[in-house]
């Protein structure tokens, strides 16, 4: 069994609650899926460490991997795991919502990004409004947005917001392989 399939199986059975739920887009669904159960469980995390990284594959000279603190911070810390596992270097970082006003007043966290390819992760995405603010924030600092990653991709419209940022969306899972519809 693929570490995809497996990270499906754990979703299926422990990631996927039915009642009535507000997303953070503010749009009620009666699903809610929520990685950040399994991104920080010692099963799960390696999967999303492999199931990532084979999505990104496919795109050389990937510097580093993060998006907006809080859920893309495990999901870049089992990239870099697995990383290391299959001999690649790839960093992780932390993009803030806002800059800190003290300190070095830093929004995004981590190595230094100017000039350097990354790709921004996201557990499961919506309306695409994290990943872009993470983007932006990138964008500011000298990145280069390779690709926006995504474990589950919900079908709302996070795909065409995303791509009309001109980066590339790929999502590893759709609803359909867990089973359920978009709403």
């Known amino acids: 069994m693929t570490a995809r399939d497996q990270l499906i199986q754990l979703i299926r059975d422990e990631a996927v609650f039915h009642g009535d739920f507000v997303l953070t887009s503010g749009k009620r669904a009666s699903y809610y899926i929520d990685l950040r159960k ?3 469980d010692h099963r799960a995390a ?3 460490g492999d ?3 084979d999505l ?3 795109l050389p000279d990937i510097s580093a991997v993060g998006g907006l603190t809080m859920g893309a911070d495990p999901l870049a810390n089992a ?3 697995r990383g290391l596992a299959r001999d690649l270097a790839v960093d992780a970082f932390v993009v803030r919502k806002q800059p800190k006003d003290h300190g070095r007043g830093r929004q995004v966290e981590g190595p230094e990004l100017a000039g350097k390819r990354v790709v921004v992760l996201e557990d499961t995405s919506t309306t695409g409004g ?3 603010a993470a983007i932006e924030a990138l964008r500011k600092v000298g ?3 390779v690709a926006v990653a995504v ?3 919900r079908a709302t419209g996070a795909q065409a917001a995303i791509e009309a940022t001109g980066v590339e969306y790929r999502a590893a899972i759709t609803l359909d392989d867990l089973g359920l519809t978009p709403q």
Do not use: F, G, N, Q
């Open 38 to 40: 399994l991104s920080l």
């Open 46 to 48: 390696p999967l999303i």
């Open 51 to 53: 199931v990532l990284l």
């Open 56 to 58: 990104m594959a496919d």
């Open 79 to 81: 990239v870099l795991h």
């Open 130 to 132: 994290s990943p872009i």
């Open 143 to 145: 990145a280069e947005v």
């Open 151 to 153: 474990i589950v991709d």
